[in-house]
């Protein structure tokens, strides 16, 4: 299999440049000051959608052909790739048919349906949602983009660590969540080719560790029952992700949901910004491992904002 | 009295840029949607201690003579202005001590004790505050920096707006929160200078309108046990910034609690970031009187974002 080349993000980076939000980052002097480091947050929680999923979409969306674009798009996700497809569709008039677990909370259908997106619900299991996809893709011959296991949505996603390589020059490392590993292969390639004295660090809830099993094992070890707070993190690597994962990110650390909501908190806190518990993920390993970064520039990608205000992890 | 010149206000954000954060101005389709205007928010919030207030305790603090750092500086204040003079005297290795009420909540209390100033209490009435503040200024011999009425206090909260300014032309309206007026002052003056086809507009809680009934009026009247969920807009204007406000502001509009917890639970929600009651003020009054601002582009000064996470207005 190919990589993805400098020239590809660097391409994906101009294609959806008008489309997406060139979004901020910020520091807290107050969190360096906890942690010994001078960290660089990438608030992609500010992206359209409230994630970077949207920059995979808009990507990918945007190589379509006009004869692909009448048919629609479709995807299986309870998450933030289901709002960044329906809205990517919605500004791009053609339809979006989302495939979502029964058991799926009211706040994400809404979400979903808000951006004009059709729900097509199944039995909360992995194979009911692949044949229920396969289903509605035969039906109504929407091409299917995959949440995270396609080359364009990677290409998408490594814009994120583009733009903060381009602002912030000379990080010691860059730390990003890992899932389906979408962001952290994106990532690791955008270091790799544009900052490459830098060093990538998957990071990952201990319920949810697969990254961290495969890593370590050089096979892929999909996660049974994956149990986190970090919740858009349960999904396991795919066979695109994997390789560049292996190939380009130097280690994987994980870190226990104790840390990972005391994390969040100090966001929201000291920077005033809402994270999802999957993007406090990074700060939790870094604080977990200080020792790992003490003086060091580090870069981290907040990954997304999308929670239920009904529904916080902390007393509040 | 002779009112803060266009260079005064380019002076002071040349002498504080390197001090405080230059913060992000963010937008949102869908709230834009929701109100039919484009509206450019101002995050003020993510500003350094969480408020705008850093800008002008940094510009006045800045000011001081060495003989003058060497006493320290004091104020009274419960709130963003406590933190924000508390952390500019600790990076300048000046005494901070500030009078606050006995009622202050812990919270506000340990941030400031944080920040390494000295708190001082007293009962919490106007007189008290007062009281205290003089015995504590004789006795110290610090430099008292108002919270809002003080010229150089007014400058450095001008240049929020004036970066806004800079980064998006051609605003037709520019609303602000309202409380003693330091803010709403100095964005007047910046929209003057710098942008004077943009309406300026001073946005108060119901239950704290001094601001409206003086403006109407023609001369200060200072609110007598004010009520909002907006506590950072219980204070009255002042002498310095009510002739400021009564030449260059248009018009005051006042808005119910119930709409502004509804204009911050809609920031929270939909711009994933965190703004305290008080910043959601301006919001709130255009969605109340969104008739006048269809179409048009409106920025707003997002003042903070300095909440109690365990005690949150809506349901969570």
């Known amino acids: 299999m190919s990589f993805p080349k400098a020239e590809d993000?660097?391409?994906?980076?101009?294609?959806?440049?008008?489309?997406?939000?060139?979004?901020?980052v910020l520091t807290s002097i107050s969190i360096d000051k906890m942690v010994g480091a001078k960290l660089f947050f990438k608030c992609e929680n500010l992206q359209k959608v409230g994630a970077f999923k949207y920059r995979g979409a808009t990507n990918t969306l945007l190589q379509l052909s006009p004869a692909q674009l009448k048919q629609g798009v479709a995807t299986h996700s309870s998450g933030n790739h289901a709002q960044a497809l329906a809205l990517a569709a919605q500004l791009h008039d053609t339809a979006a048919y989302i495939v979502m677990p029964s058991n799926a909370s009211?706040?994400?259908?809404?979400?979903?349906?808000?951006?004009?997106?059709?729900?097509?619900?199944?039995?909360?299991?992995?194979?009911?949602?692949?044949?229920t996809l396969k289903q509605i893709v035969a039906e109504t011959k929407a091409h299917f983009i995959h949440p995270y296991n396609d080359i364009k949505v990677i290409e998408g996603q490594a814009t994120a660590a583009k733009e903060l390589i381009d602002e912030i020059p000379q990080l010691d490392y860059l730390l990003a969540p890992v899932g389906?590993?979408?962001?952290?292969?994106?990532?690791?390639?955008?270091?790799?080719?544009?900052?490459?004295s830098t060093k990538v660090i998957g990071t990952e809830p201990t319920g949810a560790d697969d990254a961290y099993r495969s890593f370590n094992s050089d096979i892929i070890i999909s996660s049974i029952n994956p149990k986190t707070i970090a919740d858009g993190l349960l999904t396991s690597l795919g066979t695109k992700t994997f390789p560049i994962i292996q190939k380009h990110v130097s280690q994987i650390l994980t870190v226990d949901d104790d840390m990972i909501v005391e994390a969040m908190r100090l966001i929201w806190q000291r920077?005033?910004?809402?994270?999802?518990?999957?993007?406090?993920?990074?700060l939790a390993a870094l604080?977990?491992?200080?020792?790992?970064?003490?003086?060091?520039?580090?870069?981290?990608?907040?990954?997304?904002?999308?929670?239920?205000?009904?529904?916080l992890p902390f007393k509040a």
Chains 1, 2 share one sequence.
């Open 271 to 282: 920077m005033k910004i809402i994270v999802e518990a999957s993007a406090a993920v990074p």
């Open 106 to 131: 009211e706040s994400k259908k809404e979400a979903v349906l808000g951006y004009g997106a059709k729900i097509i619900e199944c039995e909360p299991t992995l194979d009911a949602r692949e044949t």
């Open 287 to 311: 604080m977990q491992n200080a020792h790992l970064f003490k003086g060091k520039r580090v870069g981290i990608v907040l990954s997304g904002g999308n929670i239920d205000l009904n529904r």
């Open 9 to 24: 993000i660097l391409a994906a980076s101009q294609r959806i440049a008008s489309l997406v939000h060139h979004t901020p």
């Open 180 to 196: 389906g590993g979408g962001l952290l292969s994106g990532s690791a390639l955008s270091a790799y080719y544009f900052s490459p």
